[in-house]
């Protein structure tokens, strides 16, 4: 039985970690393999790395941070963040990543990620979608929600919708899909959204964005709520609230299924 | 002595993470796209990727082909992973039919369409690739899987473990002699996958 992930995501910014990372039994770091290296241990069914530099420079150091975690992790590893065209993609594969995201670049030309996944497999291409609801008119009652690109600066004037069901024709191996309105607010996913694109779409979809609390991610799992396939979560895991562990447990307990958590045993470790 | 392990480069997708975690276990590793090299190889893993197509197509008829063959009519341990699995078999229905090495019995199909999650057919349909962490059986471990298609074979004796994905039970893992394939990542699957490719490199077994 295929069971329900949850996915540390890390905001890289100039090679280093931001927000503050802080774990138990670990000392407060900003470096993103140290990270990388924690929630591995503890258990998390992939991780993601999303670069949130602008600069070229910062754009190379992101490369090498990919690069680094690597080889560190055996867990599936989701990277973003300014993927532009395919020589980008092409770049962060070849650092290691597993799958790649594409936001801004897939909604300007959305034959983009037609051509990511005939050259490498749709199972590598995830296509980020960032939403927000639009103010409700006189008279209606279903909320609307528009794609945002820019880090939700730029409205582009499509139906979330409508666009989540073309990115998986297009050939799209997963959504990563984030509400703007929540993100950062710690008070839950946007679980109407994120129930309408799951259901909807037949590819899979991480949830992401507004995660305070182990119950929020229990939300977006649950088949009657946010339905997702994968909660994706930062603060909540990096400021050592909770373990991956300890979310692990918590949405077991409450029927949600997910991987036991296994600690480490009968490997040869060589490195 | 490590063992040491040729890691056959097709072209089929990213070769680091499958040469990390075999390195992991104590191989040695050589990577090497020469049928030449592979043909002399002692142990061969053989990852891939992405889809059955013009590329596996230009595999399966070149020296590289020939190549695996040789190693595996010799006798010396293979392993297949993912779409480097599915290729021992005959022929899939991916991208409009394509050939595989025809090594053993079976067909590489895709999931249907309208799987549901359970019994009552208005119960959530079920997303496509399988992605993610699933149980296999006997053994009731978790490993990753990402795919689309799966191998149906007409020899249930191949079949080591079984993972069940909505109505269809496929091959986890499947073995014939020196013969070894898994569907799913075990250089993405934490410690399970890291035990699975040390039976391999010590024993040329899974």
């Known amino acids: 039985m295929l069971k329900r992930r949850v996915i540390p995501c890390l905001d890289i910014k100039n090679g280093r970690v931001v927000k503050g990372v802080h774990f138990a039994n670990l000392r407060d770091t900003g470096d993103p393999v140290e990270a990388a290296r924690a929630y591995d241990s503890q258990g998390a069914d992939e991780l993601c790395l999303l670069d949130i530099t602008a600069t070229t420079e910062g754009r190379d150091t992101f490369v090498d941070v990919v690069r680094r975690v690597a080889g560190q992790i055996f867990t599936p590893l989701t990277v973003g963040g300014g993927v532009r065209r395919e020589a980008d993609v092409r770049r962060l594969l070849g650092a290691g990543a597993d799958k790649v995201a594409v936001n801004s670049a897939a909604v300007a030309n959305p034959l983009l990620i037609r051509q990511l996944a005939d050259r ?50 297009l050939g799209a191996g997963e959504i990563l899909l ?20 799951s259901q909807r779409v037949p590819i899979p979809v991480i949830a992401s964005g507004g995660v ?21 979560a930062a603060s909540i895991f990096h400021f050592g609230l909770y373990t991956i562990a300890q979310a692990k447990h918590y949405l077991a307990d409450h029927g949600i299924p997910v991987r036991p958590h296994e600690a480490p045993r009968g490997v040869l470790i060589t490195g | ?32 796209s020469d049928p030449d ?15 059955f197509g013009p590329t596996t197509r230009a595999l399966v008829d070149g020296a590289m082909g020939a190549a695996l063959r040789m190693v595996i009519e010799r006798g010396d341990p293979f392993l297949g992973i993912c779409l480097g699995m599915q290729l021992l078999f005959e022929q899939s229905e991916e991208s409009g039919g394509f050939d595989g090495l025809k090594v053993l019995p079976g067909q590489v199909r895709r999931f249907p369409a309208d799987m549901r999650a359970g019994e009552d057919p208005e ?15 006997p053994t009731g471990e978790h490993f990753y899987f990402a795919h ?3 191998v149906e074979t007409p020899d249930p004796s191949l079949v080591m473990w079984w993972c069940r994905y909505g109505s269809v039970e496929f091959p986890a893992t499947i073995a014939r002699g ?9 250089e993405k699957s934490q410690w399970s996958g890291l035990r699975f490719l040390r039976s391999f490199i010590l024993g040329g077994r899974a």
């Open chain 2, 178 to 186: 020196n013969v070894f394939g898994c569907q799913f990542h075990p």
């Open chain 2, 148 to 150: 689309s298609y799966y």
């Open chain 2, 1 to 32: 002595m490590p063992r040491e392990v040729i890691l056959v480069d097709s072209q089929l997708g990213n070769l680091d993470s499958v040469e990390h975690a075999l390195i992991q276990v104590g191989a040695s590793v050589i990577v090497s």
């Open chain 1, 120 to 169: 490498y497999g749709s199972q590598c291409i995830v296509v980020a979608v960032d939403v927000r609801q639009l103010k409700p008119l006189p008279g209606e009652t279903d909320p609307l929600y528009e794609v945002v690109i820019h880090g939700g600066t730029r409205s582009t004037g499509l139906d979330a919708l409508s666009w989540c069901e073309q990115a998986a024709a």
């Open chain 1, 178 to 197: 984030t509400s703007m309105d929540k993100d950062g607010t710690r008070d839950g996913y946007d679980l109407a959204i994120t129930r309408e694109v």
């Open chain 2, 123 to 137: 119960s959530a349909r079920l997303k496509i690739p399988h992605m993610g962490w699933s149980d296999v059986q």
């Open chain 2, 37 to 51: 090299r592979v043909a002399t190889a002692r142990m061969v893993v053989f990852p891939g990727q992405g889809s």
């Open chain 1, 212 to 232: 305070g609390s182990l119950e929020h991610l229990r939300q977006g799992l649950d088949p009657k709520e946010g339905a997702a396939d994968a909660a994706l």
